[in-house]
């Protein structure tokens, strides 16, 4: 397939690039202008230039696509998402209105006890149903890369459960899938007052069932005040490395919760939310392998502090944005809105909310190799947009449709 008539192309890197920090966020993604062509090759890119350099004879034989003047840019990979659960939490959408904090729900029996409970009740094939139209929906969003967790089971056989529904997502949508196992979300409603108990479970039922059937690359632990502590979280963290299964972490979304230290020095592949984190914090995460990803979604809903993506990015860190789409604190899945956030109330120029939410979501989740950037070699994952002014258009004008088709793995999204 050959794609033509494409404006701009957006997004591009060589292939040994899997991050960028910094100044790199800004500057290191390649564009080329005027008119230009990509060549898809199965379910990856081969190549692409101006179309000033495209003879007659390399159009014949080839399924020609016209872009008509949009530009292309990668699938947005969405490296922390909480989309299979059941039903919504819409009930305590009021109560939120009505000035009640995420903590004071959650301490009332709402929050992710009552999707626990929620999700108790649907069966494996109403959960996959509900959370297909999910991820479809984001699909044609443009994610084309996303993580998924667990955490509303919260017993042994419903984290199960998410997990399948997680492995069957994977199976069946043309999207790039991680799984996370997200056991310690909270703790379960049968184990209320017996924390520690839960960790055990955690630990010793949970996990090795997990293991077993090989249904979470990563693991995670909402390491925050009124949650799990740091003790407990390098526990859980220790066990699942015994198994393989490397950390993601929340952290500091609550309080600055001493999650990011300990997400660090067990090689976290990302440490998520970030909104009360200081400068220690971004001390810590110097020099290491882990990726701060903020979820602005989050902030936006819940009315709390954004995280601090500009200080965070000009002290040469590696931010990724996500949208932490679930039913508590972020009902929305959309990575334009979480771009446009990204820019409008965390002043992170366009270029760099590209970056965050393309090749370091990918690198958070770890499939930078295949997905997030426009480099021969790597899954045609892209959007085409229709004709806009520039590239900064998509989260100025954030609410103006801006996609005209999506490809993910070289075929169009119906
Ligand atoms: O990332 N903070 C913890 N977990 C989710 C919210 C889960 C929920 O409220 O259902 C989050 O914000
Ligand atoms: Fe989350």
Known sequence: MLIVNISSILGILPPETVRLSGKEMDTAMQRLDGSAWLLVDGEHISAFGSMSGLKTE???????????????????????THIVYAGSRDGEYLDKIRGLSYEEIARRGGGILNSADLLHRTSEDELYRQARIRLDEVTAKGTGAIEIKSGYGLTVADELKMLRVIARLKQESPAVVRSTFL?????????????????DLVINDMLPAVAAEG???FVDVFC???????????????????YG???????????????????????ALSVDHLERMEQPEIDSLHGSGTIATMLPGASFFLGIPFAPA????????????????NPGSSPSGDMRMVMALGCIRMRLTPAEALAACTVNGAAAMDVAGTC???????????????????????????????????????????
């Open 58 to 80: 390399d159009l014949t034989g080839r399924h020609i696509v016209d872009a008509r003047g949009g530009m292309l840019l990668p699938s947005f990979c969405d490296s922390h």
């Open 183 to 199: 056991g310690a979300h909270a703790v379960g409603r049968a184990y209320t007052g017996r924390q520690s108990e839960y960790v």
């Open 215 to 217: 249904l979470a690359e």
């Open 224 to 242: 925050d005040e009124g949650f799990f502590t740091v003790d407990e979280t390098a526990r859980i963290l220790d066990a699942a490395a015994r």
């Open 245 to 267: 299964i490397r950390p993601k972490i929340h952290a500091c979304e609550l309080a600055n919760s001493g999650g990011v230290q300990i997400g660090v020095s067990r090689g």
């Open 310 to 325: 500009r200080r965070a990015v000009d002290s040469g860190l590696a931010v990724a944005l996500a949208s932490d789409y």
């Open 372 to 414: 997030g950037a426009i480099t021969p070699g790597r899954l045609a994952n892209f959007i085409i947009t229709r004709p806009i002014p520039s590239d900064a258009f998509i989260t100025y004008a954030y609410t103006t449709p801006f996609i005209s088709e999506v490809y993910l793995r070289g075929k169009k999204l119906s």
